[in-house]
Protein backbone atom coordinates (compact mmCIF):
# COMPACT_ATOMS: atom_id res chain seq x y z
CA UNK A 1 0.00 0.00 0.00
CA UNK A 2 1.17 3.65 -0.87
CA UNK A 3 2.38 5.94 1.90
CA UNK A 4 1.30 9.12 0.86
CA UNK A 5 3.10 11.84 2.85
CA UNK A 6 3.01 15.73 2.35
CA UNK A 7 5.49 18.23 1.32
CA UNK A 8 7.46 18.51 4.75
CA UNK A 9 7.53 14.78 5.08
CA UNK A 10 8.64 14.00 1.87
CA UNK A 11 11.62 16.13 2.32
CA UNK A 12 12.21 14.81 6.17
CA UNK A 13 11.94 11.43 4.43
CA UNK A 14 14.59 11.71 1.74
CA UNK A 15 17.03 13.95 4.11
CA UNK A 16 17.25 16.99 1.74
CA UNK A 17 15.45 20.52 2.31
CA UNK A 18 11.99 21.73 0.70
CA UNK A 19 13.49 23.55 -1.98
CA UNK A 20 15.52 20.89 -2.68
CA UNK A 21 12.29 18.79 -3.19
CA UNK A 22 11.20 21.58 -4.64
CA UNK A 23 13.79 21.82 -7.74
CA UNK A 24 13.40 17.53 -7.90
CA UNK A 25 9.89 18.21 -8.86
CA UNK A 26 10.66 20.77 -11.58
CA UNK A 27 13.23 17.73 -12.70
CA UNK A 28 10.27 15.10 -13.12
CA UNK A 29 10.25 13.91 -9.18
CA UNK A 30 6.39 12.29 -9.04
CA UNK A 31 3.81 13.80 -7.08
CA UNK A 32 0.53 12.71 -6.31
CA UNK A 33 -1.23 15.68 -6.23
CA UNK A 34 0.37 19.17 -6.70
CA UNK A 35 -0.28 21.60 -4.10
CA UNK A 36 -1.77 24.71 -4.44
CA UNK A 37 -3.16 27.48 -1.86
CA UNK A 38 -5.22 25.56 0.91
CA UNK A 39 -4.18 22.56 -0.89
CA UNK A 40 -1.16 20.51 0.03
CA UNK A 41 1.74 18.39 -1.89
CA UNK A 42 0.90 14.93 -1.86
CA UNK A 43 3.91 11.98 -2.69
CA UNK A 44 3.98 8.84 -2.49
CA UNK A 45 7.45 7.50 -0.84
CA UNK A 46 7.99 4.65 -2.77
CA UNK A 47 7.78 6.44 -6.02
CA UNK A 48 9.67 9.47 -4.85
CA UNK A 49 12.55 7.20 -3.34
CA UNK A 50 12.83 5.32 -6.33
CA UNK A 51 13.17 8.77 -8.59
CA UNK A 52 15.57 9.93 -6.23
CA UNK A 53 17.62 6.78 -6.80
CA UNK A 54 17.08 6.92 -10.74
CA UNK A 55 18.03 10.76 -11.25
CA UNK A 56 19.92 11.84 -8.48
CA UNK A 57 23.60 11.11 -8.81
CA UNK A 58 26.71 11.05 -6.76
CA UNK A 59 29.52 13.38 -7.32
CA UNK A 60 30.96 11.39 -9.77
CA UNK A 61 28.12 10.13 -11.72
CA UNK A 62 25.83 11.24 -14.64
CA UNK A 63 22.78 10.39 -14.62
CA UNK A 64 20.92 10.07 -18.06
CA UNK A 65 17.07 8.28 -18.66
CA UNK A 66 17.19 7.09 -15.20
CA UNK A 67 20.81 5.19 -15.35
CA UNK A 68 23.98 6.39 -13.55
CA UNK A 69 27.33 6.01 -15.14
CA UNK A 70 29.86 6.62 -12.97
CA UNK A 71 33.52 8.12 -13.80
CA UNK A 72 36.60 8.52 -12.40
CA UNK A 73 35.63 12.51 -10.26
CA UNK A 74 33.68 14.61 -9.96
CA UNK A 75 35.24 16.70 -12.53
CA UNK A 76 34.84 14.03 -15.03
CA UNK A 77 31.09 14.14 -14.67
CA UNK A 78 30.76 17.83 -14.74
CA UNK A 79 32.66 18.13 -17.96
CA UNK A 80 30.17 15.56 -19.18
CA UNK A 81 27.50 17.05 -18.07
CA UNK A 82 28.40 19.82 -19.68
CA UNK A 83 29.64 18.92 -22.80
CA UNK A 84 26.86 16.49 -23.22
CA UNK A 85 23.95 19.49 -22.36
CA UNK A 86 25.66 21.77 -24.74
CA UNK A 87 25.54 19.04 -27.98
CA UNK A 88 21.42 18.52 -26.71
CA UNK A 89 21.01 22.37 -27.48
CA UNK A 90 22.77 23.50 -30.26
CA UNK A 91 21.55 21.84 -32.91
CA UNK A 92 17.91 22.90 -31.86
CA UNK A 93 19.35 26.76 -31.40
CA UNK A 94 20.98 26.29 -35.01
CA UNK A 95 18.07 25.23 -36.76
CA UNK A 96 16.21 27.98 -34.90
CA UNK A 97 18.59 30.78 -36.09
CA UNK A 98 18.49 29.25 -39.88
CA UNK A 99 14.85 29.55 -39.82
CA UNK A 100 15.03 33.00 -38.25
CA UNK A 101 17.58 34.11 -40.64
CA UNK A 102 15.35 33.09 -43.49
CA UNK A 103 16.60 29.44 -44.00
CA UNK A 104 14.53 26.76 -45.29
CA UNK A 105 13.05 24.36 -43.41
CA UNK A 106 14.50 21.21 -44.99
CA UNK A 107 17.96 23.24 -44.38
CA UNK A 108 17.20 23.47 -40.81
CA UNK A 109 16.35 19.94 -40.06
CA UNK A 110 19.48 19.15 -42.11
CA UNK A 111 21.27 21.40 -39.97
CA UNK A 112 20.21 20.30 -36.86
CA UNK A 113 20.66 16.62 -37.21
CA UNK A 114 24.06 16.57 -38.82
CA UNK A 115 25.43 19.20 -36.46
CA UNK A 116 24.60 17.31 -33.35
CA UNK A 117 25.95 14.35 -34.78
CA UNK A 118 29.01 15.42 -35.98
CA UNK A 119 29.75 17.51 -32.96
CA UNK A 120 28.70 14.45 -30.76
CA UNK A 121 31.22 12.84 -32.43
CA UNK A 122 33.82 15.27 -32.26
CA UNK A 123 33.39 15.58 -28.39
CA UNK A 124 33.47 11.49 -27.92
CA UNK A 125 36.56 11.71 -29.35
CA UNK A 126 37.97 14.23 -27.83
CA UNK A 127 37.10 12.85 -24.47
CA UNK A 128 38.24 9.57 -25.11
CA UNK A 129 41.61 11.04 -25.97
CA UNK A 130 41.81 12.25 -22.86
CA UNK A 131 41.09 9.07 -20.64
CA UNK A 132 37.25 9.51 -20.56
CA UNK A 133 35.72 5.59 -20.95
CA UNK A 134 34.05 5.32 -24.35
CA UNK A 135 30.78 7.48 -24.18
CA UNK A 136 27.42 7.81 -26.48
CA UNK A 137 26.70 11.40 -25.87
CA UNK A 138 23.91 11.55 -28.36
CA UNK A 139 21.98 8.39 -26.46
CA UNK A 140 23.08 10.16 -23.02
CA UNK A 141 21.90 13.36 -23.49
CA UNK A 142 19.91 14.02 -26.91
CA UNK A 143 16.49 12.84 -25.39
CA UNK A 144 12.82 14.19 -26.18
CA UNK A 145 12.86 17.07 -24.14
CA UNK A 146 15.45 18.91 -26.76
CA UNK A 147 13.89 17.86 -30.01
CA UNK A 148 13.16 20.87 -32.08
CA UNK A 149 8.95 20.96 -32.64
CA UNK A 150 9.53 21.07 -36.33
CA UNK A 151 5.59 21.82 -37.07
CA UNK A 152 5.82 24.77 -34.68
CA UNK A 153 8.82 26.35 -35.97
CA UNK A 154 7.60 25.97 -39.71
CA UNK A 155 4.38 27.58 -39.08
CA UNK A 156 5.81 30.56 -37.05
CA UNK A 157 7.90 31.17 -40.01
CA UNK A 158 5.42 30.79 -42.89
CA UNK A 159 6.91 27.19 -43.94
CA UNK A 160 5.76 23.97 -44.16
CA UNK A 161 6.95 20.76 -42.54
CA UNK A 162 7.69 17.17 -44.55
CA UNK A 163 9.88 14.96 -42.65
CA UNK A 164 10.14 13.04 -45.62
CA UNK A 165 11.53 15.87 -47.54
CA UNK A 166 13.43 16.92 -44.89
CA UNK A 167 15.02 13.49 -44.57
CA UNK A 168 15.70 13.52 -48.24
CA UNK A 169 17.63 17.20 -48.20
CA UNK A 170 19.75 15.72 -45.07
CA UNK A 171 20.77 12.47 -46.70
CA UNK A 172 21.79 14.62 -49.75
CA UNK A 173 23.56 17.15 -47.68
CA UNK A 174 25.11 14.40 -45.17
CA UNK A 175 26.81 12.27 -48.66
CA UNK A 176 28.23 15.87 -49.79
CA UNK A 177 29.89 16.04 -45.74
CA UNK A 178 31.30 12.63 -46.24
CA UNK A 179 32.94 12.68 -49.62
CA UNK A 180 34.78 16.25 -48.50
CA UNK A 181 36.09 14.34 -45.01
Known amino acids: MAQIVNRKQ ?7 SLPTLD ?8 YVQRGSKGKEWKFDLALVSAWRDRYVA ?5 VVDGAAIELDSREQAAVVSAVGNLIARVG ?4 EMIVLAGGSIETAYAAEQLVTIK ?4 AEEDLEGRKFAPLDLMEMFCLRQFEVDWDRLAKEAGLAFDPDVCDAHMTSL ?3 WTCRK
Open 10 to 16: AASYCGV
Open 23 to 30: AWVKKGCP
Open 58 to 62: KPNEV
Open 92 to 95: KITA
Open 119 to 122: LSDV
Open 174 to 176: DDK
